[in-house]
């Protein structure tokens, strides 16, 4: 499984010198979308990791797709947004609370 990241230069550039492989450097909206959707697609992308304004900026039914998504996991960072839990995100991938 890889880490996949979809998002403005600003966003992806850290990920691309930490070694990431799977970078999706969008400008606007239309290639987010078009960028969500071909991970959701990859069987081998394990975690997609967003900028929050971007996931909040995506239509609905892809917002509901990537927050029911098990694999990838979806991981929310920075914004304004409401963001995702990433404990929620990893009992929902895995099965159980790793916390408890």
């Given at each position: ?40 697609q ?5 975690i997609l ?52």
């Open positions: 499984m890889e880490l996949a990241v979809i998002g403005k230069s600003d966003f992806v550039t850290g990920f691309r010198l930490a070694g990431v492989r799977k970078i999706y450097e969008v400008a606007d909206i239309t290639a987010i979308e078009s960028a969500v959707k071909e991970v959701l990859d069987k081998s992308a394990g990791v967003m900028h929050n304004d971007d996931i909040s900026n995506l239509p609905e039914i892809l917002r509901n797709d990537l927050n029911e998504s098990v694999q990838p996991t979806v991981v929310a960072l920075g914004g304004s947004g409401s963001g995702s839990n990433l404990r929620d995100k990893i009992k929902q991938a895995v099965g159980v609370d790793l916390w408890k």
